[in-house]
Nanobody
Framework: QVQVVESRGGSVQSGGSLTLSCAVS????????MGWFRQAPGKEREGLAA???????IVADVVKGRFIVSRANAKNAVTLQMNNLKPEDTAMYHC??????????????????WGQGTQVTVSS
């Protein structure tokens, strides 16, 4: 059984930074394409960043220049470094993974495995 687990989020002031981490467990012989998404109350889920096993990443324009996704040392683990956070970044952040993605994508429908989410709150 595949499990996706995010680290705890938190509350920061505007302009601050926060790093989230995520790990996939289950089929250790598989390599997962991993992505980060968020959903704020009353808004649709939006893709933020995604990365393949070789470290090739894509980042959404809405967070480009502020958010950095990278592969962690452990296999099937990633981090999302969030800098210069703004109140509009407040949302539930989810990590997602899939082992069949071959083209970089922020389409949430392409991901089969999802973490439960972690809250990030940015105060002004």
């Amino acid at each position: 059984q595949v499990q996706v687990v995010e680290s705890r989020g938190g509350s920061v002031q505007s302009g601050g930074s926060l790093t989230l981490s995520c790990a996939v467990s289950g089929h250790a012989y598989r390599t997962y394409y991993m992505g980060w998404f968020r959903q704020a109350p009353g808004k649709e889920r939006e893709g933020l960043a995604a990365i393949d096993s070789d470290g090739n990443a894509i980042v959404a324009d809405v967070v480009k220049g502020r958010f950095i996704v990278s592969r962690a040392n452990a296999k099937n683990a990633v981090t999302l470094q969030m800098n210069n956070l703004k109140p509009e970044d407040t949302a539930m952040y989810h990590c997602a993974a899939d082992d069949s993605i071959v083209v970089p994508t922020l389409d949430s429908f392409m991901y089969n495995y999802w973490g439960q989410g972690t809250q990030v709150t940015v105060s002004s």
